[in-house]
């Protein structure tokens, strides 16, 4: 398989979504008109998209859920990482799995040789402390939110040391990319 | 009196100190040899340094204190914010003072004509709270540092625009300046 890719936008207060998972503030930083030109080359690499249940069940209730990743332009298999299956909503866009290392394998072997991509901060914690996740991309909003999910999951998360490898700027938004360099595991 | 500049290193997550306020992670990050050259604009821009009580002890805890901010360079007035100004160290370097108006009148007056810069979460937050933030100067460091000390307070703070003025790399650091664009003000 390819590699696994966690994918984010992201407030300059290290938020990915603001109070009750609003996404208001990343809609007004992003504009169909003009795409991004890394979140454009990522879709193209990706295989698979793996998200967890809080990014889903966000993404039902603030736009077109599974129908609107990346503006309704993803045709691709769309696994969501969830501990409770049977409270699963019936989504046949979704394939709902349990356990994060099933989860993985199973997007993996769906994405055909390309990669796997991350969405939601909790259960890229989780690929984080397993040590799958290989590279992080981030569009970086120039806002602070002040409030809302954290990039990184809840603190105390182990320090995870990484190498930037590439650097652009799509109006007031910065993009990053970063290599996975090591994990410093807690305790 | 110049502009109000909050000037900080940040992990990407959003720590801009580790646990226990270490700062290792930075001085990984910055190296003495190669001077960082936003960093070294913002000093020569600067007339006074305000910083916060927890910022002020967390420098005497792990390096020089005052002797060592910029490397032992920086030369000019430091105010430092406390609300106990009777616990206060007796320290000939710095000047503490009480009530967040005061600090940056005082700062902005010593600063003659050249810019106030802002050191540390919570006076900062105090300072963005007041509206008297102008710009934010952020390095970027390539870590996940997972726990801290965070760079816009606790939660729930009020969500700030800001409108990116400057873009650089150092090595794997990115440097970043923002404008403050406006503040939307809680409740």
């Not at 984010?8 to 030109?37: C, K, V, Y």
Request: proline share 5%; hydrophobic share 40%.
């Amino acid at each position: 398989m390819g590699k696994v890719i966690w994918h984010i936008t992201m407030s300059l207060d290290g938020f990915i979504a603001g109070p009750e998972h609003s996404m208001d503030w990343a809609f007004d930083t992003f504009n169909d008109a003009q795409p991004n030109r890394l979140g454009e080359e990522v879709m193209k690499e990706t295989g698979a998209i793996l998200g967890g249940r809080g990014w889903y069940d966000a993404a039902r209730a603030s736009y077109d859920g599974v129908d609107g990743i990346y503006g309704g332009r993803w045709k691709g298999p769309v696994f969501v990482l969830t501990h409770h299956r049977h409270d699963a909503p019936a989504d046949p866009k979704a394939t709902f799995v349990s356990g994060v290392e099933e989860a993985v394998a199973t997007a993996g072997d769906a994405a055909g040789g390309k990669n796997v991509e991350i969405f939601g901060a909790n259960v890229a914690r989780q690929c984080l402390d397993a040590g799958f996740i290989d590279e992080v991309v981030i569009h970086l909003a120039p806002v602070l939110l002040g409030d809302g999910v954290r990039l990184y999951g809840t603190p105390p998360a182990p320090r995870v040391d990484l190498e930037r490898t590439l650097l652009e700027e799509s109006r007031n938004v910065v993009d990053l990319r970063y290599r996975v360099r090591r994990q410093r595991v807690a305790g």
